[in-house]
């Protein structure tokens, strides 16, 4: 299947309020704990970019026993033929994903659930307009990729497992979707062949935390502090934003992984 933008174009998102547990959020390295006045500050200024981008947005209240719940794109995936319920790779995330399908479901959306034997978080799984592809990663394994594709495969999309570099939290911290045929890559991501069928477009060495873009509409939001890829972003001609995610970034999440966007 193959429907030009709908990977990029949405009208709606759903975001989840950083809570005072994300102090003890997890990181792969201490690179000190998030300041939480501050986090919730930078999360208000990512709704608001949200919804210049052209997105009407709703924000859910934090989930105090859940204390990466922030990143709720871990939890689920958004589709136009439904939304699937995800089930988060960490033990302390896995009942995040039962509480966030609850908020959907009343919020109207047709909740549809994987294999139990399994595990996928959405920061792993990239939506393009051609392919669905699903980084394989210490969050997701191949048990969650095939229930994952067995939903998909039925609703018509073709999915295709690939390699996550091992030092890579998710496939999405290094990569996100610019447009039907264009990438955003790290190039260590570049280089393991996972985007045979699209243009490449590398971050400058030193900035592949801003690999973990998102093209919504006409704006590309890039994490502020990578003038490198925004130069490189807007000779290609693409609209960029900046957001801060100084306090996110700490507990190893970026733009992608704190909403739900869809139309
Ligand atoms: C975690 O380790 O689960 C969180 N501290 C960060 C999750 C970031 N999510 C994402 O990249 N999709």
Redesign the pocket.
């Known amino acids: 299947m193959s429907r030009e933008g709908f990977a990029y174009r949405f009208t709606k998102a759903i975001v989840r309020s950083p809570g005072h547990s994300a102090v003890r ?3 792969a390295q201490d690179r000190g704990t998030p300041d939480i006045e501050r986090f919730q500050s930078e999360h208000m200024a990512y709704v608001t970019a949200l919804e210049r981008a052209g997105l009407r947005v709703i924000v859910l209240d934090a989930l105090e026993a859940y204390p ?1 719940s922030v ?1 709720i ?2 939890a689920a995936l958004c589709l136009p033929e439904g939304t699937v319920n995800l089930r988060p790779g ?1 033990p302390s ?1 896995t009942g995040e994903a039962g509480l966030t399908a609850k908020s959907l479901s009343s919020l109207g959306h047709d909740i549809h659930q994987i294999g139990s034997d399994g595990f996928v ?3 792993d799984i990239l939506v393009t307009d051609s392919i669905i592809l699903v980084g394989l990663s210490r969050r997701t394994n191949r048990a969650g990729f095939e229930s994952l594709k067995s939903v998909l495969g039925a609703w018509g999309y073709s999915v295709q497992a690939v390699h996550t570099p091992g030092e890579v ?2 496939f ?2 290094d990569c996100c979707l610019l447009d039907s045929d264009t990438i955003l890559a790290t190039s260590r991501l570049a280089d393991a062949e996972c985007f045979t069928s699209f243009r490449v477009l590398t971050v400058p060495a030193g900035e592949e935390a801003a690999a973990n873009s998102i093209r919504i509409n006409d704006t590309v939001l890039i994490p502020d502090g990578f003038p490198g890829t925004a130069e490189l972003l807007a000779r290609e001609n693409y609209a960029v934003e900046t957001v801060p995610v100084s306090q996110a970034s700490l ?4 733009l ?2 704190m909403s739900l966007r869809y139309d």
């Open positions: 959020g997890i990181r990466d990143f794109e871990d960490t995330r978080d959405g920061g939290l998710h999405k911290s507990l190893d999440g970026g992608s992984c």
